[in-house]
């Protein structure tokens, strides 16, 4: 009786082993999966926000770039100061 009694307990244990083996694949299965989605959502949501930086920190520009000297023709037109300078500041404005 007390064999009985014994194999019957090790056989619930067993029982109970295996179905918390198998509830706990199945979670881990579940969190992979999920897990795999936040991974995926963050990086579409890393990439948006270097999209966002990028252009905040590039500001548009505008005009001519203050960084570059351009070569521009001032034969004929009225001038101040002697021709020969070092240095010459040339104004445009258009009245239009």
């Known amino acids: 009786m007390m064999l009985g009694a014994a194999l019957a307990g090790l056989a619930v244990t067993?029982?109970?082993?295996?179905?918390?083996?198998?509830?706990?694949?199945?979670?881990q299965s579940s969190l992979d999966t999920r897990f795999a989605g936040i991974e995926n959502r963050l990086s579409q949501l890393s990439t948006k926000v270097e999209g966002?930086?990028?252009?905040?920190?590039a500001p548009a520009q505008r005009g001519p770039d203050p960084n570059r000297v351009y070569t521009i023709k001032t034969d004929g037109a009225p001038f101040k100061g002697p021709r020969d300078a070092p240095i010459t500041i040339a104004e445009f404005s258009d009245f239009q």
């Open 14 to 27: 067993l029982f109970l082993g295996l179905m918390t083996w198998h509830q706990t694949r199945n979670l």
């Open 52 to 57: 966002v930086s990028a252009r905040a920190a």
